[in-house]
């Protein structure tokens, strides 16, 4: 079955650094674009960062851009989101999803598989 699974997330103090990983299962995601999401309560599901097939292209929202970092393993079939300096409205549940294609995608309208999600919590 082809599913994701995000892992990583936690209580954080305001300053601090988590690191999520989201694994997948079931078939290579080598020719896919897969994109970190995030969604606050109350607000829409939001594109924090995203990364192409290979990796040589990376999309940031202006929020994030300088303190996040986006990365993949293909080998692993594993992307990650290594998060610095983080702040009380990073606060959210975090998603990983794919979209097939080896560019960039910025809708979450063209993302068709997504993970569970993984809960982060910054503390100020």
């Known amino acids: 079955q082809v599913h994701l699974v995000e892992s990583g997330g936690g209580l954080v103090q305001a300053g601090g650094s988590l690191r999520l990983a989201c694994a997948a299962f079931?078939?290579?995601?080598?020719?896919?674009?897969m994109g970190w999401f995030r969604q606050a309560p109350g607000k829409e599901r939001e594109l924090v960062a995203a990364?192409?097939?290979?990796?040589?292209?990376?999309y940031y929202t202006d929020s994030v851009r300088g303190r996040y970092t986006i990365s993949r393993d293909n080998a692993k079939n594993t992307v990650y989101l290594q998060m610095n300096s983080m702040k009380p409205e990073d606060t959210a549940v975090y998603y990983c999803?794919?979209?097939?294609?080896?560019?960039?995608?910025?809708?979450?309208?063209?993302?068709?598989?997504w993970g569970h999600g993984t809960q982060v919590t910054v503390s100020s």
């Open positions: 990364i192409n097939w290979n990796g040589g292209e990376t």
């Open positions: 999803a794919t979209h097939y294609g080896l560019t960039i995608a910025t809708q979450k309208e063209q993302y068709d598989l």
């Open positions: 079931g078939r290579s995601f080598r020719d896919y674009t």
